[in-house]
C-alpha cells in the first residue's frame, strides 16, 4: 500500500520519479512562490501591456531601478494606443537616466506596428511577437508565458544558473547551454501556471541561488532536488567567466552657454545613444588652452571659462573617461549642427543621457 501524502521524507535528496506522493519540483517552487514573490507594479496587473512594457524595460537594468520608471511611464501611456500616438521625443525624455536608449525608440515603433497590424493588441503568436521591433526570443517568450499563460520557459542568466547547479552542468557554448536549460524545465512545467512558473525561478535565481558567495539553499525550496546542493558543488557552477576588458575613451564635455541659453547637439542615428542630444563634445582630454584653440577655429569667441571636473561612464563594453568645462560665449556661434536651448527647456524636454549626468547637475 502507498504511503500516506504526510509521511515524512526519508532523505533530503530524494528521487521525485520513485516518490512521487511526497514531492514534486513544480509544487514546491509554485508553493515558495506563493509565499515569498516578490511584489511588484507589472505583476499586480499583468496585462499583455504592463508585461511587454516591463520586459522591455528589464532588460539588463535591476528591477528597483525599474519601478519608478514603470510607473512614470504608465501614468504618462497608459495604454499602447497612448504610446503609439506619442512622439519618440517625449518617449525618449521619460526614458532619460534608464539606458539602452534604442529599448525606448524601438517600444514606441513597436507599438505603432501593433496599432497599425494587430488591432492595437500585443499579440500572442510568437511570429507577430518576433516581428516587432526590440523583441527577441527571451522577450517573446517570458510575454507568451507571463502574460498569456503559454507554455514557455525564458532563459535569462538567472536561469541558467540555476539549472547549471540543480543539474550539475556545464557548457561553453551559450546556445546549447540555453537549449538544455529550456529543455530541462520545460520537462519539469507539467500543470502549474506557466506564467507563475517562469516568475519563480526569476524570482529564485534573484533572492536564493545567488551569482555572488554562497546560495542561500538552506531557503531553497528546490534543494532536494539540486546535485551541487548535495555535493557541496554550488560555487562551481556555472563556471566562472573570463570578464572581457573595456576599451577606453576620453572626451572632453563643452557646456557652452551664451546667456540663458545652452548648446545642444544630436547624436548620429545609428549607433552608441543614437539620436540623443549631448554636449559638444572634444576627443581626448584638453587643456583650457587646447579648448580655448578649438573654440577660436570655430569662430566662438570665448568670455569665460571654468573647469566643472572629471567623471567617469561605464558602458557595457566601454568605458568613458569625461573631463568637463563651462563656457560662457560673447557671441552665438552660427554652427548648424547646435541647438541652442534654455535651461529649463533642457529639464523639460530633452532626453541628455545618463553619461552627461555629472555635467547636466552642474547647470540645472
Not at 534608464?98 to 505603432?112: E, T, W
Not at 526590440?134 to 503559454?150: C, D, M, N, V
Not at 577606453?248 to 542615428?269: H, P
Not at 549607433?271 to 578649438?294: C, D, I, N, R
Amino acid at each position: 500500500m502507498p504511503a500516506k501524502a504526510s509521511a515524512k521524507r526519508p532523505d533530503p535528496f530524494v528521487d521525485e520519479k520513485a516518490y512521487p506522493f511526497l514531492m514534486s519540483f513544480e509544487n514546491e517552487l509554485l508553493h515558495w512562490y506563493d509565499q515569498y514573490r516578490r511584489h511588484m507594479p507589472w505583476r499586480e496587473d499583468p496585462t499583455p501591456y504592463h508585461v511587454y512594457l516591463s520586459e522591455i524595460m528589464l532588460q539588463q537594468t535591476q528591477v528597483d531601478t525599474v519601478r519608478s520608471y514603470y510607473l512614470r511611464f504608465l501614468k504618462r501611456f497608459p495604454t499602447l494606443k497612448d504610446l503609439a500616438e506619442s512622439d519618440e521625443e517625449e518617449v525618449l525624455k521619460l526614458w532619460e537616466g534608464l539606458g539602452y536608449y534604442s529599448r525606448g525608440r524601438n517600444l514606441h515603433k513597436a507599438a505603432i506596428a501593433i496599432e497599425k497590424d494587430f488591432h492595437g493588441e500585443v499579440p500572442m503568436a510568437k511570429s507577430d511577437l518576433l516581428s516587432l521591433p526590440g523583441i527577441g526570443e527571451y522577450t517573446s517568450k517570458a510575454i507568451r508565458s507571463i502574460a498569456f499563460h503559454q507554455k514557455e520557459i525564458a532563459v535569462d542568466g538567472n536561469l541558467i544558473r540555476v539549472f547549471s547547479r540543480l543539474d550539475e552542468r556545464k557548457e561553453e557554448n551559450l546556445e546549447k547551454m540555453k537549449g538544455f536549460c529550456e529543455g530541462y524545465f520545460l520537462d519539469k512545467l507539467q500543470q502549474g501556471d506557466p506564467s507563475h512558473f517562469n516568475q519563480a525561478l526569476m524570482d529564485l535565481g534573484e533572492m536564493v541561488c545567488l551569482p555572488k558567495g554562497l546560495p542561500l539553499c538552506e531557503e531553497c525550496p528546490l534543494k532536494g532536488f539540486c546535485q551541487a546542493a548535495k555535493d557541496g558543488t554550488m560555487l562551481d557552477y556555472p563556471p566562472a567567466k573570463k570578464a572581457k576588458e573595456k576599451r577606453q575613451e576620453s572626451w572632453t564635455v563643452l557646456v557652452l552657454f551664451y546667456g540663458d541659453e545652452v548648446a545642444i547637439e544630436k547624436r548620429k542615428d545609428e549607433g552608441l545613444l543614437a539620436s540623443l542630444y549631448q554636449f559638444p563634445l572634444l576627443e581626448g582630454k584638453k587643456m583650457e588652452a587646447e579648448v580655448l584653440a578649438a573654440l577660436k577655429e570655430k569662430n566662438a569667441l570665448v568670455d569665460s571659462l571654468e573647469f566643472l571636473g572629471e567623471t567617469e561612464h561605464v558602458f557595457s563594453h566601454l568605458i568613458w573617461d569625461l573631463q568637463g568645462y563651462r563656457i560662457s560665449l560673447k557671441e552665438k556661434p552660427t554652427q548648424p549642427n547646435l541647438l541652442w536651448v534654455k535651461v529649463k527647456e533642457l529639464k523639460k524636454t530633452y532626453a541628455i543621457p545618463s553619461a552627461f549626468a555629472f555635467y547636466r547637475k552642474k547647470i540645472l
